[in-house]
T-cell receptor, first 110, second 115 residues
Framework: AQSVSQHNHHVILSEAASLELGCNYS??????LFWYVQYPGQHLQLLLK??????LVKGIKGFEAEFIKSKFSFNLRKPSVQWSDTAEYFC????????FGSGTRLQVQP | NAGVMQNPRHLVRRRGQEARLRCSPM?????VYWYRQLPEEGLKFMVY????????ESGMPKERFSAEFPKEGPSILRIQQVVRGDSAAYFC?????????????FGQGTRLTVV
C-alpha cells in the first residue's frame, strides 16, 4: 500500500545534539513532500516543503531536509536542537490530499 | 488575518449523541479538509470540500459521518450516534483557490471524547 513511514516514534536528545528524523514514502512518480511540527496543544505548522529543484530544502527554525529520490526518503535534520524543539514532527506527501506519517515525538532535555 | 478557527476545542459526548465540529477557514480560502488523529497515530484524511461541494470523501467512514461546507458559514463535520472509537482529535485545514494543499493551514483541532 502507498504510505509514508516514520520509523522513529520517540526520540530523546540533549540540547545541542544533532537531529535526524527519518521519512520514507512508497509513492512513485513526482511527489510533493512536507514536514510539519506540532507543539504541545497547538496546531500543525509547516516547517518546510519540497516540490522540485534543489533536493536540500531549508526551512524555518534551522531545520532542513534532503530529498533522495533513489531512497524514497525525505529526512529532517537540525545540527543543534534546543529545548523549544520539543514537539511532534510529521512527514507528509501530497497526493489527492496530504498523507501523513505516524509522527515522531521529539523530547529535548535541557 | 485570523488563522483556521475550529470550535469547540474540546467536546465531550455520551455514546449515542451527536457531535458537531465547526471549522472556519482562513479569509479567502475556499478549500477545506478534515483529518482525524487517533491516539498514537498520525493524521488520517477524511474529506475535502469546496463551497457547497464534496470533492473527495474517500477517507470518511461510510456510516454516521457527514461533512458540509455551505455557501455561508463554517464547514461542519457531523458525527451521529457517537461511539467510544470516535474519540480523537479532529483537525481542519484550509487552502486558497487553485493551490489544493500546497498552501494548507491547519486549525488547532477539536478533541472529541466519547464517554
Amino acid at each position: 500500500a502507498q504510505s509514508v513511514s516514520q520509523h522513529n516514534h520517540h526520540v530523546i536528545l540533549s540540547e545541542a545534539a544533532s537531529l535526524e528524523l527519518g521519512c520514507n514514502y512508497s509513492y512513485g512518480g513526482t511527489v510533493n513532500l512536507f514536514w510539519y511540527v506540532q507543539y504541545p496543544g497547538q496546531h500543525l505548522q509547516l516547517l518546510l516543503k519540497y516540490f522540485s529543484g534543489d533536493p536540500l530544502v531549508k526551512g524555518i527554525k534551522g531545520f532542513e531536509a534532503e530529498f533522495i529520490k533513489s531512497k524514497f526518503s525525505f529526512n529532517l535534520r537540525k545540527p543543534s536542537v534546543q529545548w523549544s524543539d520539543t514537539a511532534e514532527y510529521f512527514c507528509a506527501v501530497l497526493r489527492r490530499a496530504l498523507t501523513f506519517g505516524s509522527g515522531t515525538r521529539l523530547q529535548v532535555q535541557p | 488575518n485570523a488563522g483556521v478557527m475550529q470550535n469547540p476545542r474540546h467536546l465531550v459526548r455520551r455514546r449515542g449523541q451527536e457531535a458537531r465540529l465547526r471549522c472556519s477557514p482562513m479569509k479567502g480560502h475556499s478549500h477545506v479538509y478534515w483529518y482525524r488523529q487517533l491516539p498514537e497515530e498520525g493524521l488520517k484524511f477524511m474529506v475535502y470540500l469546496q463551497k457547497e461541494n464534496i470533492i473527495d470523501e474517500s477517507g470518511m467512514p461510510k456510516e454516521r459521518f457527514s461533512a458540509e461546507f455551505p455557501k455561508e458559514g463554517p464547514s461542519i463535520l457531523r458525527i451521529q450516534q457517537v461511539v467510544r472509537g470516535d474519540s480523537a482529535a479532529y483537525f481542519c485545514a484550509s487552502s486558497p483557490p487553485g493551490s489544493h494543499m500546497l498552501e494548507a493551514f491547519f486549525g488547532q483541532g477539536t478533541r472529541l471524547t466519547v464517554v
